[in-house]
């Protein structure tokens, strides 16, 4: 068994939190660990993840890892980590022919992470020294995984916020979570219900569940982030002389001022009138005019749709 970079074990850099190593470990428990995994190489690689852990998630160990490397457990507290990088390259520069390294002949053992020497060796105290002093423990604690689901939900509960009961299954087993749907969420944002993940092993805890909202297409409302778009239905005349008019909104009923020549694609802006937003500035609603023009005019306003068309001079394909 040579030694091994917990690293590279683990999937992470060397400048990694702890964040991303709790996270690597879990990824790897979940998948090697032999209570779900019966590949008999699965144990193997488990022990590895289960010490790189060890090590790694411990800030004075892994201290003493990064200064030592694979020596780190033989090497005494006081021992300056730059004095014992020349003292082995001192050794290293004089060993005799007959040394052995990478073996379990008299000399060293993987990286000289361990001397057997001539005596006898209790193969338990060795594994302890090896997986983290683990003992009795077969395994260790497996934390639970995090678990992800969507809620769906209309625009007029994102505006205003719910309770929304969700229903979860998994393992052979339905469970159902009242959940409380702050006002203002958005599409993509994640809601965190920690210890409502999987469930933990060994006394560990569960993980967390991330409900990920997913806002369902309305048939008058557009939703760009927090901003709320709207079209504005305005007659030909409403929109040449201008007009105040009411709008729907999720909030309730407001008041569009649309000035004089307006034409359709315009998009007044009214600020605030968006998604509320629990920690900052709400988003805009934005109205974009839509010119209408009756479908079957009558003969009155056909009528005076002709005198308004022999009076004006207006060519909007002119227009600059």
């Known amino acids: 068994m040579a030694s091994q970079d917990f690293y590279q074990v683990l999937g992470v850099p060397r400048n990694a939190d702890q964040d991303e190593i709790q996270r690597a470990y879990r990824k790897l428990a979940r998948t090697y660990h032999p209570d779900v995994n019966s590949d008999p190489a699965a144990e193997d690689r488990f022990k590895e993840v289960s010490e790189a852990y060890d090590v790694l998630s411990d800030p004075e160990t892994r201290r003493r890892y990064d200064a ?11 021992v300056d980590p730059d004095e ?25 053992f993987g990286d000289g992470g361990v001397s057997f020497g001539g005596g006898d060796v209790d193969l338990d105290d060795f594994l302890g020294s090896i ?13 639970g995984a995090d678990q992800e689901a969507e ?14 009961t969700v229903t979860l299954s998994g393992d052979g087993t339905r469970r159902s979570l009242e959940v409380t749907v702050p006002a203002g969420v958005t599409d993509g944002q994640r809601i965190r219900l920690a210890g409502q993940g999987g469930r933990g092993g060994d006394g560990a805890r569960n993980g967390d569940l991330y409900l990920v909202v997913r806002i369902a297409p309305h048939p008058r409302y557009r939703l760009e982030g927090r901003d709320l778009h709207v079209e504005l239905r305005l007659t030909p005349w409403e929109a040449a002389l201008g007009t105040s008019v009411p709008v729907d909104t999720p909030g309730g009923e407001v008041k569009v001022k649309v000035p004089a ?14 998604l509320p937003s ?33 009076e004006s001079d207006f060519d909007p394909r002119r227009q600059g």
């Open 261 to 274: 020549g307006t034409s359709s694609g315009r998009q007044i802006r009214l600020r605030g009138r968006g």
């Open 131 to 143: 997986f983290g002093g683990r003992g009795g423990r077969r395994w260790g604690p497996i934390p």
């Open 151 to 164: 809620l769906e939900l209309t625009v007029e509960e994102a505006y205003r916020g719910t309770r929304r």
């Open 278 to 310: 629990p920690k900052g500035k709400a988003g805009d609603l934005f109205a974009e005019a839509r010119i209408m023009v009756p479908q079957h005019p009558s003969r009155a306003e056909r009528r005076l749709f002709e005198q308004l068309a022999a």
């Open 68 to 78: 030592f490397g694979a020596d780190f457990r033989q090497v005494p507290e006081d």
């Open 84 to 108: 014992w990088r020349r003292s082995r390259a001192r050794a290293g520069a004089g060993a005799g022919a007959g040394q052995t390294r990478g073996g379990f002949g008299g000399g060293g």
